[in-house]
């Protein structure tokens, strides 16, 4: 296995055991791209063909509303990345998505990961924990917004995240904690 390959098998591991043909056929929907700090991948208004494992690297997520950004989310290694919205429906991305630092990433299409959760029960096992996760971190982060100072909200990211911190820059962070 390659550090990718192994990467993403960790991340895997966190919520499912495949056996060893049910991970080859899942590792191989997969393609690595590298990419610069500052490119795109995604774009508003685009329809995201691919999800994004991050096997190296950071992402942020954000709208630009009236000329400025405004940072809704990042995710680091071990993470997916990508509009999920637009993923799923079809419909044009509502949001941007671009690396903040050189990153590495395995992408797989829609057709592709559907094919695994119709072929193996393990994939669509891993499918529905991945998801039941998302909404959990989403509610979470709502109420965080909702009932939390901007202040104790850094100081949590901070005290949780330490090892993200020195990765972002601040701008970028102050944004997305409001």
Known sequence: MNGDERNLYNSVLKFVNPNEREWNDFFTCFS???MMKNEPLLVEGQISQKIAYISQGCFRMFYILNGEERCKDFQTEGQFTGSLYSFLSGKPALFNVSAIENSVILEISRDKLNHL????????R??????EQLFLYKEQREASLLNESAFTRYSGFINTYSKWAQRIPQNTLLRTLG
Do not use: H, I, N, P
């Open 117 to 124: 959760f119709d072929t193996y029960k393990v994939w669509e």
């Open 32 to 34: 690595s791209r590298e």
């Open 126 to 131: 891993f499918g529905r924990l991945y998801a």
